[in-house]
C-alpha cells in the first residue's frame, strides 16, 4: 500500500513539472533584466553587494502567479545557460532568489568571475521569450 502511494505521488509530482514546463510564462515584448551594480569589469574586495534590475516586467516570488512578473536567478561562473524551456537547476553556479531578492551580498574568492541573470517563473522557468541579462565580469582583488 505505500508502495502504491509513492508511486502515485511520483507520478502526480512528474505530470505538474512536464505541465508546468511545457506551459511557460510569456514575458513582456520589451522586458530587460540588467545589474545596476557591479559594472562589467569592475574590481571588487570581498564581500560586496550585487543589485539586480528589471525593467517593463515586475518582481514576484517563487509560486506567485502574477502576469508579467518573475523571480531573479543569478548565474556565477556559468560556463553555459542551462536549458531555457525547463526548471533552472539550484546549485553553487545557479542561485535562487525565490523570495522576491533583488540584491545579494556575495563573498567569492580572488579572481575573475562572470555573473548573469535570468528571469524564472512561479516554477523557476525561464519566461517565454527568456529575460536574460548580458554577462558581465568582475575581478575580485
Known sequence: MKLKLFI????LFL????????????SSEDAQLYF???????VLKS??????GLSNMGVAPAGVDVKNTGHHHLLIDAQKLPELDKALPSD????????GQTEVILDLVQG??????ILGDKYHI???PPVISKKIFITIK
Request: proline letters at 7%; aromatic letters at 14%.
Open 36 to 42: 545596476i551594480s557591479p559594472s562589467d569589469g569592475e
Open 8 to 11: 502515485s505521488g511520483v507520478i
Open 112 to 117: 575573475k568571475h562572470s555573473l548573469q541573470l
Open 126 to 128: 525561464p519566461h517565454n
Open 47 to 52: 564581500p560586496f553587494k550585487v543589485r539586480f
Open 15 to 26: 505530470t505538474f513539472f512536464s505541465y508546468a514546463e511545457n506551459n511557460r510564462s510569456l
Open 92 to 99: 553553487e553556479v545557479h542561485i535562487h532568489y525565490g523570495g
